[in-house]
T-cell receptor
Framework: GQNIDQPTEMTATEGAIVQINCTYQ??????LFWYQQHAGEAPTFLSY??LDGLEEKGRFSSFLSRSKGYSYLLLKELQMKDSASYLC??????????WGAGTKLIIKP | EAGVTQFPSHSVIEKGQTVTLRCDPI?????LYWYRRVMGKEIKFLLH????????ESGMPNNRFLAERTGGTYSTLKVQPAELEDSGVYFC?????????FGPGTRLTVL
């Protein structure tokens, strides 16, 4: 079956670094997305990985290991506005997005 | 460019009534997707249009749900008759290829 697993909730301190892990099982694989979603708003795109390795984009980086079915989103220099849900989504052979339940990230001052 | 828009933002209806949700994709995006997030659960795929054709509707829960995309532009998702378990947030997304851009969602509450 197809499955995306990520932690339900994480807490971190303003200014710190946090890593949100995601493991996936999809029928075929055409890349992995990370989206950010603030309460009551639409998901917004953060990153897309299709090759192994680390993609860095400002304070946010995303890593993919296809052999391990594993990805992580790394957030540096955390700000209060980073408090949100972070959704991991794999794409299957039909390019359908298979979503994780999301990780709620709580930032404390 | 304007983003994906959805209408209405909220809808509260009684069980057995009909509701129609509308999605206007980003201009030029052939791919249009409908998703649903039921409270406390992950976002689930409903269906995928390429222009006016249904590419994949494997996620549609049952025949009470009908999606259309007339002329390959905007899309509607009709729920008839609505049931309590249909409550949730319905997201629409569009893409040219790869990255999907999401609309703000329609929060549907069935009483």
């Amino acid at each position: 079956g197809q499955n995306i697993d990520q932690p339900t909730e994480m807490t971190a301190t303003e200014g710190a670094i946090v890593q949100i892990n995601c493991t996936y099982q999809t029928s075929g694989f055409n890349g992995l997305f990370w989206y950010q979603q603030h309460a009551g708003e639409a998901p917004t795109f953060l990153s897309y990985n299709v090759l192994d390795g680390l993609e860095e984009k400002g304070r946010f980086s995303s890593f993919l290991s296809r052999s391990k079915g594993y990805s992580y989103l790394l957030l540096k220099e955390l700000q209060m506005k980073d408090s949100a849900s972070y959704l991991c989504a794999g794409t299957d052979s039909n390019y359908q997005l298979i979503w994780g339940a999301g990780t709620k990230l709580i930032i404390k001052p | 460019e304007a983003g994906v828009t959805q209408f209405p933002s909220h809808s509260v209806i009684e069980k057995g009534q009909t509701v129609t949700l509308r999605c206007d994709p980003i201009s030029g995006h052939d791919n249009l997707y409908w998703y649903r997030r039921v409270m406390g659960k992950e976002i689930k795929f409903l269906l995928h249009f390429v222009k006016e054709s249904k590419q994949d509707e494997s996620g549609m829960p049952n025949n009470r749900f009908l999606a259309e995309r007339t002329g390959g532009t905007y899309s509607t998702l009709k729920v008839q008759p609505a049931e309590l378990e249909d409550s949730g947030v319905y997201f629409c997304a569009s893409s040219r290829a790869g990255q999907q851009f999401f609309g703000p969602g329609t929060r549907l509450t069935v009483l």
